[in-house]
C-alpha cells in the first residue's frame, strides 16, 4: 500500500519520534505517549558505537549498527543536531580486562572491522585526560556519538511541523486497525507501530515474553575550570565491570551506564552510583574535579537475542522495539525499515536478521 494512509505509532521515545517523523511525509500520523522524549531515550548517553558494543556471536547486531551508523551523519544533517567525530577508546585496566580487549580486537580484524590497538601510554598521548592505570585499548576511528537531549528537542520539534499529531493518551492494545487505549477509547488506523520500548510486551500476544526492562542508571557531571576534559568518548573494562564516559562539547560528561534486571524499578540505587563513580575515576582521575549535575536511571527495552524486533506482527500492525543498548544507534535504520514496510517495499537487507517472525511464537 502506497497511498497515504493513517498510522498511529505507540510510544514517543528516540525511536517512535523517528519513525513518525518519517512517516509524517507521506502520511497522517498520530504519535500515542503521555510524555513523549522521556524514559530510556531522555537517560541514554549517545554513544553510536556497534564497534566498541559489539560482541562475538552478535554479528547481526553489528552488522545492523554499522549501517544505521552510516546513516547517521546525514540524520543528524536532517535533524539538525552535531556530532562528535572524535572516536572511541576502549580501554582495560587488569591483564582479565586487556585479554577480553585482545579477543574483541581478534574478533573485529576478523570481521574487517578498523580498530588500533595501543599500549596505555599511547592510549594517554592520544587522550591525555586518562590515568595511569589503563594497560591498554583500542582506538575505534568511526565511532561517533551525540547530545541525546538535543537530539529529542529537535526530533519532537520536526515532528510537530511535519504534521504529527501528538496524542497524550496511553495504548493498552494493538490489534489490526485499531489501538486500544487504556480508557477504552479505541484510535483507528491502517497501521499501527509498536514502538513503546520496554513497555511493548504488553501491547500485542506475538511480543509477550520477547521485550523486557534492563535497568541502566547514569550520572551526568559537569567538568570544572582546570580540569583537564576528557576528548574521546571513552568504554573502559574495570576488572571486568563495564564503564563509559561520553564527553560533550560544552563540558557535559555523561558516565554510565549500570546494567541489571529489576523489572520497572527505575529508582537510582546508590551502590549504582557508587560502583559508577569508582570504575570511572580509575580511567580518569580527574573525575573528583568534576561537578555531579544529575543521577538518573532509565529502562532499556532489552530482547532474548539483544536484537531489536523490527517488522510485522500480522496486517497493519508493525514493531519497532527491543533496541535494548542500542536505541540512538539504531533509530535511522529503524525509522527506515518502518517506511519500506508501509510502503509495501523491502526494507534494508541489514535488518532482515531482526524481523520478528524469528521468534516462534510470533505471527506474521
Ligand atoms: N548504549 C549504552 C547503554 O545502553 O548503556
Redo the contacts with the bound molecule.
Keep these: 500500500m502506497s497511498s497515504r494512509q493513517r498510522i498511529v505509532v505507540v510510544g514517543g521515545g528516540v525511536i517512535g519520534l523517528s519513525v513518525a517523523w518519517r512517516l509524517a511525509a507521506s502520511h497522517e500520523v498520530t504519535l500515542l505517549d503521555p510524555t513523549p522524549a522521556v524514559g530510556a531515550s531522555w537517560v541514554?548517553?549517545g554513544?553510536l558505537?556497534p564497534v566498541t558494543?559489539s560482541w562475538p556471536g552478535e554479528e547481526d547486531l553489528l552488522d545492523l549498527g554499522s549501517a544505521s551508523l552510516e546513516s547517521w551523519p546525514a540524520f543528524a544533517e536532517a535533524v539538525g543536531v552535531p556530532l562528535q567525530t572524535e572516536g572511541t577508546i576502549a580501554a582495560a585496566l587488569d591483564s582479565a580486562d586487556a585479554a577480553v580487549l585482545d579477543m574483541l580486537a581478534d574478533h573485529l580484524a576478523s570481521r574487517g572491522r578498523e580498530v588500533r590497538r595501543l599500549t596505555g601510554p599511547e592510549l594517554r598521548a592520544a587522550d591525555p585526560a586518562l590515568g595511569p592505570s589503563i594497560r591498554s585499548g583500542l582506538i575505534v576511528p568511526g565511532d561517533l556519538a551525540v547530545d541525546t537531549r538535543e537530539l529529542l528537542r529537535r526530533l519532537v520539534d520536526l515532528a510537530r511541523e511535519a504534521g504529527v499529531a501528538f496524542d497524550p493518551r496511553s495504548a493498552a492494545a494493538v490489534r489490526p486497525g485499531a489501538v486500544v487505549l487504556t480508557d477504552g477509547a479505541t484510535l483507528g488506523c491502517d497501521t499501527a507501530v509498536i514502538a513503546a520500548g520496554a513497555w511493548s510486551s504488553a501491547l500485542h500476544s506475538a511480543l509477550e515474553g520477547l521485550v523486557r526492562p534492563?535497568k541502566?542508571e547514569?550520572l551526568r557531571l559537569r567538568v570544572r575550570p582546570g580540569v583537564v576534559p576528557l576528548r574521546h568518548t571513552v568504554r573502559a573494562l574495570v576488572e571486568s565491570r563495564h564503564v563509559?564516559l561520553v564527553p560533550r562539547p560544552g563540558g557535559e560528561l555523561v558516565l554510565?551506564?549500570t546494567?541489571y534486571e529489576a523489572g520497572f524499578d527505575d529508582e537510582v540505587i546508590v551502590g549504582g552510583v557508587r560502583d559508577l563513580l569508582v570504575d570511572a575515576e580509575r580511567v580518569l582521575p580527574g573525575l573528583a574535579e568534576y561537578g555531579l549535575t544529575e543521577c538518573a536511571a532509565g529502562l532499556?527495552a532489552g530482547s532474548l537475542d539483544n536484537l531489536p524486533l523490527l517488522g510485522r506482527l500480522e496486517p497493519g500492525v508493525l514493531v519497532a522495539a527491543g533496541h535494548?543498548?542500542?536505541?540512538?544507534?539504531l533509530a535511522p535504520i529503524t525509522a527506515e525499515v518502518v517506511n519500506a514496510l508501509v510502503a509495501g517495499e523491502d526494507p534494508p537487507a541489514s535488518a532482515a536478521a531482526a524481523d520478528p517472525a524469528r521468534h516462534a511464537r510470533t505471527k506474521r
Excluded: F, K
Excluded at 535494548?324 to 544507534?329: I, P, V, Y
Design positions: 541514554a548517553g554513544m558505537a558494543e534492563v541502566g547514569i563509559y554510565g551506564a546494567q532499556r535494548h543498548r542500542n536505541g540512538l544507534l
